[in-house]
């Protein structure tokens, strides 16, 4: 099992950039993949990212593709997630989660997950 810890959310204006950190305890092998999720309140979680652990291949949910950029660190054990021309529909809690496949979109399929840490876009 991995624990993973999210930070870096906050208030934030609309238009702003924000970037989201995600430290892993624990070994992630290759085959791993890491996402981001977010859930707004009412709504059910759903994905954002996803990047494949043992390479740079990375995946985004059409509502963020072009604004948000998921990255790694392997030395660090970590995952970012760089948001930029935050919009107001982006405000939720963003989790972070370990797949032992090496990619997904879908929650069930991530075995670990962070606390989450929130993030609020106001106009």
Known sequence: QVQLAE?????VQAGDPLTLSCVASGRIFS??????????PGKEREFVA?????SR????ADSVKGRFT????GAENAVY???NSLKLEDTAVYYCARTRRGYSTQEQEYDDWGQGTQVTVSS
């Not at 085959?31 to 707004?40: A, L």
């Open 7 to 11: 930070s870096g959310g906050g208030l």
């Open 31 to 40: 085959s791993h993949g890491m996402g981001w999720f977010r859930q707004s």
């Open 50 to 54: 996803a990047i494949r652990w043992g």
């Open 57 to 60: 291949n990375t995946y985004y």
């Open 70 to 73: 998921i990255s790694k660190d």
């Open 81 to 83: 997630l760089q948001m």
